[in-house]
């Protein structure tokens, strides 16, 4: 597992001041100003995050050391990270997008179909993206307790029943 979890992407400017687009990942949205310091893929921290007012799909915000709309630029499509120790804890049934990419996928029959690559969330819920073994294509799932009766980080596996083929 990860020591650092994503909660949300910056979008780059909003207005000529400074401010910022913001898409949250957080399940309570606002919430990811508590989460600071925040920081990039590449290491550089944001040690305070104001949120400024909404904007459709998320928030306008004020960034610490980002002055100019040039410099809000620069961080169109820049995901942030918080340290895992600042987030809440989960119950058994919820996870972090995270702590799921690159576990085994199995199904029911206990054959290995492949790792997830990817968990994407398009407005319908979640769908899990698997990296099939020993090939190219992947496969998607939709991310449902019919579908996915069991998901043990602890044993890097998850096991799924998928759909039949129509």
Not at 31 to 56: C, H, N, R, S
Not at 87 to 94: F, G, I, T, V
């Amino acid at each position: 597992m990860s020591d650092r979890i994503i909660v949300g992407t910056l979008g780059g400017a909003f207005g000529i001041l400074g401010e910022v687009r913001l898409k949250s990942f957080c399940a309570d949205p606002a919430a990811i100003a508590d989460y600071a310091p925040l920081t990039t893929e590449d290491g550089k921290v944001f040690p305070m995050l104001v949120l400024t007012g909404q904007v459709k799909g998320g928030f306008t915000a004020r960034v610490q050391g980002i002055d100019s709309k040039e410099d809000a630029d620069t961080l169109r499509n820049v995901s942030l990270y918080a340290q895992r120790d600042k987030l809440r804890s989960l119950p058994d049934d919820e996870f972090y997008y995270a702590d799921l990419v690159g576990l085994t996928v199995i199904d029911t029959g206990n054959e290995t179909l492949g790792t997830v690559k990817a968990i994407e969330n398009h407005g319908a819920g979640d769908v899990l993206e698997i990296q099939l073994a020993g090939q190219s294509d992947t496969m998607l799932l939709s991310f449902t307790h019919e579908i996915v009766p069991t998901v043990d980080v602890a044993a890097g596996r998850i096991i799924v029943n998928p759909p039949e083929a129509r």
